[in-house]
């Protein structure tokens, strides 16, 4: 049997697949390199190149390579872009995750693990780490787009064998620690590696979209956790769905919160190099403060971090960012 990864050539999704691959498991990825890399995946994991819109195709994998459960990361992820061109999200994010979930119910798999969001909550109405039964409501059309793909599967799940998963991911940094894949991907817009590519000179400076919100320095609060944790957590997750369990949803982060400007400050002193930051005005969606609470993924299911430390992190993104300077010189 083998575990189907849709997006397995991507920042997270290939990360699980040497997850997978380590734990001896069989996997096929479906990709359609929009922004994933064909180098990502390793030649032990079979790559099909294709769109997960593609109904026939994704049932010709499922029966081709006896595929037992799906882990679903394919999608679109920066929220100002989802602003910009909410219906190309609503695409990828809703409407081809329709067609995946068809076909995966046709086919009869009955395991489904969905990459959902922090970004399904929208702007708390509490202080604090978030909880799972909080209110959802997204303030930018990436949420709404996988809101609505949770509720797809849950309404799916009830009509049908399928059992699921549904991780909603606070912000993902950080890479394999072995060097294997990291985030590679172009014009990015993400903040910890948007910092470590200013310090090493990839860029000439960088900016911080707001350092007037209502927190402590100003500018917003995440909670970031470390991609190996975040894998691991899926890997959980497939062995709560093969041991029986029925329906699952759960934040994934730390708890604890760092603000840009003490992420920046992190990047600097890590890699040894100052570089320009320039106060910018509030990027559009971006929600002031947003925190995990976490307690819930470390009760019901068989995991507990392993990199748990904003340090680590930016270390594992620096050695990545290196990294792929050394690839391109290569190439
Ligand atoms: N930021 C900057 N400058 C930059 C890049 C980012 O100031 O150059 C700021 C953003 O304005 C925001 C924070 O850094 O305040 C984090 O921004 P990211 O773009 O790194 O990530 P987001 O918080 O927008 O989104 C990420 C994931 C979502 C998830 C969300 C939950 O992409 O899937 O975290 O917190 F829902």
Redesign the pocket.
Known sequence: MTILVTGGAGYIGSHMVFELLDHGEKVVVIDNLTTGFDWAVPDRAELVIGDIGDKKLVERVIRDFKVEAVIHFAGS???PESIEKPLDYYRNNTSNSRELLDAVVNCGVDKFIFSS???VYGTPMTTGPIREDAILNPMSPY?SSKLMTEIMVRDAALASDLRYVMLR???VAGCDALKRTGQSTKGA???IK?ACEAALGKRPF?????NDYDTPDGS?I?DFIHVSDLVNAHYAALNFLRQGGLKFTANCGYSKGYS?LEVIEAVKRISGNDFPVMMEPR?PG??PA?TANSHRLKSRLTWSPRFDDLDTIIKTALDWESALEQRRKSA
């Open positions: 992820v920066v929220v969001t922090a970004a949420g991911y606070f912000n817009t993400h903040l948007i960088m900016g911080v979209f707001g917003c995440r840009v990027r971006d929600i947003l």
